[in-house]
């Protein structure tokens, strides 16, 4: 079901570029180094993704859980020659570092916080691709709306900015990044998902190796593939009527005390209007208009947006 909110004014410079042309947005991530004879076995046990088979330079999509299969973090596993490293977008590294820091006290393996020696910027754009990365950079794959991701050494940070202004790439706001990130439907932690969620209920499937051995909280997710599956999803919603901020409660009219979704992120987007991100119960089916008694309204949508 489109809007019926007029979209807003012409998109600006970056959010084109982002779309048409190459763009650039230095991103907030924790960057753990995990080393030693036994990080491999170590890590292999902590994350939902198979740890085996890296090789340097090579990226995959990890989380880590509770016993309980709840979200404790998710980013990019990323492996050099000595070492394996976490770099997880939005998120602090003193929690994660002393979470890790408990069990690999028990192996041969260390864990060191390297945030301040590590850049990520977030590259947008069919130029992407292009762009000639400075030496000692890791590349990361594409991301939802980011088309790729460059990881790089903080001393190489002239250098990289050098590179981006020869192959014109844009630097994105912050608010024009929002609006991206909502229409792909990529998820931040601590805003859309956190440590209430399973790892399926915010779309990270792709975190979640389906072959490898026991890791923590495995046998919460493999049971919910095999015999269930999770009571709420992460989904896209419009606005027709506007007026809807994060923290917004549709609740069941036949059962008041009963959550329905609830809202978490918010964007105006030129392309699509009022639009956002939340959590909805599995039984509330897309293209659902979901009402509040001051009169806001949502429409429950897949995601992407399109």
Request: proline residues 8%.
């Amino acid at each position: 079901m489109a809007p019926s909110d007029a979209a807003g004014p012409a998109p600006p410079p970056d959010d084109i570029a982002a779309r048409f042309g190459l763009a650039h947005r230095f991103r907030r991530a924790a960057v753990l180094a995990v080393s030693g004879p036994d990080r491999e076995s170590f890590l292999q046990g902590q994350l939902t993704q198979d740890v085996r088979g890296l090789r340097p330079g090579d990226a995959r999509p990890a989380a880590g859980l509770t016993p309980k299969g709840k979200l404790l973090y998710a980013g990019w596993l990323v492996a050099e020659p000595e070492r394996l490293l976490l770099v997880l977008p939005g998120q602090e590294a003193a929690s994660i570092l002393a979470h890790l820091a408990r069990y690999a006290a028990f192996q041969q393996a260390a864990v060191h916080d390297l945030t301040p020696e590590r850049l990520l910027l977030g590259l947008y754009g069919p130029g992407a691709a292009a762009l000639a990365a400075p030496a000692e950079t890791a590349r990361l794959p594409a991301e939802r709306e980011i088309a790729g991701g460059l990881l790089a050494p903080a001393d190489r940070r002239d250098a990289l900015e050098s590179a981006l202004r020869a192959a014109g790439s844009v630097p994105i706001s912050r608010a024009t990044a929002e609006v991206l990130r909502v229409e792909a439907g990529r998820p931040r932690f601590g805003t859309d998902a956190d440590a209430t969620n399973l790892v399926d209920e915010v779309g990270l499937g792709d975190a979640v190796s389906s072959t490898k051995g026991c890791y923590v909280g495995q046998e919460v997710v493999a049971r919910l593939r095999t015999y269930g599956r999770v009571s709420r999803r992460l989904v896209g919603f419009r606005f027709p009527n506007g007026g809807v901020a994060p923290g917004a409660r549709f609740a069941d009219p036949e059962k008041p005390a009963h959550e329905l979704a609830r809202v978490t992120s918010v964007v105006s987007s030129p392309r699509l209007g009022s639009i956002g991100l939340g959590m909805a119960s599995r039984d509330v089916p897309d293209g659902h208009v979901l009402a509040t008694d001051g009169g806001a309204a949502a429409v429950v949508t897949p995601l992407p947006f399109s």
